[in-house]
């Protein structure tokens, strides 16, 4: 396709210019298309599900999956490496493993999801990945904390899993009644 083409069709799909079934139809058509340009073919696939999702999340569950598996996926390998480490996260005051954050459910961010633990005298650390719009980016946060999340003692933006990883053993370590792995 040629460049002014298909810029007027990424123009047309962010702005709204298409109903769901359009969309849907854009989408497959990409999928299954022979085009030369596979960097034009995801630049579609990618601006049909993010209409798609801001138009109607349900459909697009059924069709793509959920918003936040993505961000799932990365926190429950990361809270499966801690716990192989054999980290005793037993007595932990909140739930262990990955929840939904209330801003998410709220509607006011598109994705937020974290991992947490609280020890006994309310310390805690939390690890949150957070997505305010469906076009903004996943972001990270490594938060060590006394009572709620909200009153962060230290709080680290990290850019890659093994950044995650890294602070958020240092935090959990801080906060583990036995200071290290058993």
């Known amino acids: 396709m040629d ?3 298909f810029s007027n069709l990424i123009n047309n799909i962010n ?3 298409y109903n769901k079934d359009e969309l849907l139809n854009l989408y497959n058509n990409a999928q299954s298309g022979n085009s030369n340009d596979d960097s034009q073919k995801e630049e579609i696939i990618e601006a049909v599900e993010k ?3 801001s138009k109607s999340p349900t459909y697009a569950n059924k069709i793509f999956g959920p918003k936040d598996l993505e961000a799932r996926d990365i926190l429950y390998k990361l809270n499966k490496k801690i716990l ?3 980290f005793d996260l037993s007595d932990n ?3 262990n493993g990955v929840k939904t954050g209330g801003d998410m459910i709220a509607g006011r961010y598109f994705i937020q999801v974290y991992l947490s633990y609280k020890n006994q005298e309310n310390n805690g650390v939390q690890i949150k990945l957070e997505q305010k719009k469906a076009e903004s980016e996943l972001t990270a946060s490594v938060i060590y904390y006394q009572g709620s999340s909200d009153n962060a003692i230290e709080e680290i933006k990290v850019h890659s899993e093994e950044d995650y990883y890294n602070k958020y ?3 959990l370590i801080k906060v583990l009644p036995n200071k290290q792995p058993i």
Request: cysteine-free; glycine content about 6%.
């Open 169 to 171: 053993k240092e935090f």
């Open 84 to 86: 192989d480490e054999t």
């Open 93 to 95: 005051k909140v739930k």
């Open 3 to 5: 460049k002014a083409k």
């Open 51 to 53: 209409s798609i999702r």
């Open 15 to 17: 702005q709204g210019n």
